[in-house]
C-alpha cells in the first residue's frame, strides 16, 4: 500500500515556476515508477512526467524542457520543477505510482494522490 500527499500548487504569473513534491508512504517505495498527470477543468487527464525506480525520466511534449522531474528514495519523495509556466498549464496536478513502467507512461497507476491546483495567470 502506498498513500500519496502532493503539496506546492498555488497562483503563479507566465513565465513563473512553482516545485510540485509528493510524500510517499511506505517502505517500497523505491521500487516503484512515479508520474505525475494533469487534468484541466473539461479536459481529460493528461501524462505530464514519469521517473522510473533507478531514475529515467520521460516527458509530455508539452512540458519538455520546461519541467524537470526528480525523486529522493531516502526521502520517499518526488518532485516536478515548473519553469516557464503557461497559461494552459492551469490544472490540477496529481502524483502516482505503479510498479509497471509501462503501466506509468499510460498514465495508470495503483496509487494516486488527492491532487494540488496550479493556476498559471496574471
Known amino acids: 500500500q502506498v498513500q500519496l500527499v502532493e503539496s506546492g500548487g498555488g497562483l503563479v504569473q507566465p513565465g513563473g515556476s512553482l516545485r510540485l513534491s509528493c510524500a510517499a508512504s511506505g517502505s517500497i517505495f523505491r521500487i516503484y515508477a512515479m508520474g505525475w498527470a494533469r487534468q484541466a477543468p473539461g479536459k481529460q487527464r493528461e501524462l505530464v512526467a514519469v521517473?522510473?525506480?533507478?531514475?529515467?525520466?520521460n516527458y509530455a511534449s508539452s512540458v519538455k524542457g520546461r519541467f524537470t522531474m526528480s525523486r529522493d528514495n531516502a526521502k520517499n519523495m518526488v518532485y516536478l520543477q515548473m519553469d516557464s509556466l503557461k497559461p494552459e498549464d492551469t490544472a490540477v496536478y496529481y502524483c502516482y505510482a505503479d510498479r509497471s513502467w509501462v503501466r506509468t507512461m499510460s498514465a495508470r497507476g495503483d496509487y494516486w494522490g488527492q491532487g494540488t491546483q496550479v493556476t498559471v495567470s496574471s
Open positions: 521517473i522510473g525506480s533507478a531514475g529515467t525520466t
